[in-house]
């Protein structure tokens, strides 16, 4: 694995417990008569090594703050806790109590709720959050999305979802992923590529691999909002010409005026192109 510059990993070492392998995993869910939900996207991390490097790559220590969404059987939960950074943790399946009180404890603030329907830029006091999380499949994306978009008080997201997700985050512009999530990250942030996670690390097992990519908050251009929002209208009718996707925004005159020709497709637009279009209105 080469890691990329601050995301090279620490030396490890210091974890107070060791985190769930798979059948620890296994049998803690059985002893707690625990049946995992596919309606809910849940793949819980069962390898240890890969759970100290997503907590390497993080960078949290004692003193930091943590936001964690859908701490499942806890082993990522009780990681984070133990390098001594404080830890609210939300996990939407209130069956996983019993296990959570056994493998957590009172190391974290686990809140059982439905971390999508939180307003985060209220829960959160302060600033300087992280996001560190294994997300479930079936809301990550929106989730860092609306983090990056609407709570600053998290400036760095270290997360893992399934790879298509990632790869989408990180596209450049005229690649087959680039779409608005990919516009969303590069107006709010920098991201990298940590690790990738093979499927029969998790269980369940899951028919997708993972990746953990980190993403720092970068200051949005006072235009970001705007910018996404034409992104959006453009990748709504992406076959079409941002002339005719953006009539009812932008003449094609205004388009041109930009520096951009009204005939390219809205793939073909980098996120400072939209910047561009967006001070025109």
């Known amino acids: 694995?080469?890691?990329?510059?601050?995301?090279?990993?620490?030396?490890?070492?210091?974890?107070?417990?060791?985190?769930?392998?798979?059948?620890?995993?296994?049998?803690?869910?059985?002893?707690?008569?625990?049946?995992?939900?596919?309606?809910?996207?849940?793949?819980?991390?069962?390898?240890?090594n890969v759970v100290r490097k997503i907590v390497e790559v993080s960078g949290v220590g004692p003193g930091s703050?943590?936001?964690?969404i859908g701490a499942g059987a806890g082993t990522l939960t009780r990681a984070l806790a133990d390098v001594g950074a404080t830890v609210i943790a939300y996990?939407?399946?209130?069956?996983?109590?019993?296990v959570l009180e056994e493998t957590v404890g009172d190391r974290a603030d686990v809140r059982f709720a439905d971390a999508a329907a939180i307003d985060f830029k209220l829960e959160l006091p302060g600033q300087?959050?992280?996001?560190?999380?294994?997300?479930?499949?079936?809301v990550g994306t929106p989730i860092v999305l609306d983090v990056l978009r609407n709570v600053p008080a998290v400036d760095r997201i270290v997360v893992m979802l399934q790879r298509e997700a990632i790869q989408r985050f990180a596209a450049?512009?005229?690649?087959?992923?680039?779409g608005v999530p990919s516009v969303v990250v590069a107006?709010?942030?920098?991201?990298?590529?940590a690790l990738h996670v093979a499927p029969h690390l998790f269980v369940p097992r899951p028919k997708v691999e993972s990746t953990v990519a980190v993403i720092d908050r970068i200051e949005p251009d006072p235009l970001a909002e705007q910018a996404i929002v034409l992104a959006g209208a453009a990748f709504g009718q992406r076959?079409?010409?941002?002339r005719s996707s953006l009539r009812h925004r932008l003449t094609s005159g205004e388009i041109e005026?930009?520096?951009?020709?009204?005939?390219?497709?809205?793939?073909?637009?980098?996120?400072?192109d939209y910047l561009r279009l967006a001070a025109l209105q």
């Open 1 to 48: 694995m080469r890691w990329h510059g601050s995301l090279r990993p620490q030396p490890s070492g210091y974890f107070v417990g060791e985190p769930l392998g798979r059948a620890e995993t296994v049998a803690l869910l059985e002893r707690h008569g625990v049946r995992l939900r596919k309606s809910l996207g849940q793949h819980f991390l069962a390898e240890p």
């Open 65 to 68: 703050k943590v936001l964690e």
């Open 91 to 98: 996990e939407i399946d209130v069956a996983l109590r019993p």
């Open 128 to 138: 300087g959050w992280s996001l560190v999380a294994n997300l479930p499949f079936n």
């Open 172 to 178: 450049a512009p005229g690649s087959r992923d680039y």
């Open 187 to 193: 107006l709010h942030g920098t991201i990298e590529v």
């Open 239 to 242: 076959r079409k010409m941002i």
């Open 257 to 272: 005026q930009a520096g951009i020709d009204p005939t390219r497709r809205a793939e073909q637009l980098s996120p400072n």
